[in-house]
């Protein structure tokens, strides 16, 4: 499985982006994805985690109610719409899949496909 992120940018605080992320060489439908991120000298956190179906999704608390993540299994394609950016939202931010007919897997470790991630930057 091959996914390409696209979409990550500089904006001002308060500002919005969507990130996309293109999937292909496997059946779209049957993984569970996330968006990760990894701010210099931090770890990479799990942001927001979608289930294969999108009936259930999952948010770290820092961005409950600013970001939605959604998916559109006819595009292979999940996106992740970030309002009301803040500095600390400054980070690399990847896609990754895992196939999970059921489940919603929230470790990272859990992951089986990266993308090579996308800049996002959240000017003050």
């Known amino acids: 499985v091959i996914l390409v992120e696209t979409g990550g940018g500089l904006v001002q605080a308060g500002g919005s982006l969507r990130l996309s992320c293109a999937a292909s060489?496997?059946?779209?439908?049957?993984?569970?994805m996330g968006w990760f991120r990894q701010a210099p000298g931090k770890d990479r956190e799990l942001v927001a985690a979608?289930?294969?179906?999108?009936?259930?999704?999952y948010y770290v608390d820092s961005v409950k109610g600013r970001f939605t993540i959604s998916r559109d299994n006819a595009k292979n394609t999940v996106y992740l719409q970030m309002n009301s950016l803040k500095p600390e939202d400054t980070a690399l931010y990847y896609c990754?899949?895992?196939?999970?007919?059921?489940?919603?897997?929230?470790?990272?470790?859990?992951?089986?496909?990266w993308g090579q991630g996308t800049q996002v930057t959240v000017s003050s």
């Open positions: 060489g496997g059946t779209f439908r049957n993984y569970a």
């Open positions: 990754a899949g895992r196939y999970s007919p059921t489940s919603l897997p929230v470790r990272e470790a859990s992951y089986d496909y």
């Open positions: 979608i289930q294969r179906t999108g009936g259930e999704t």
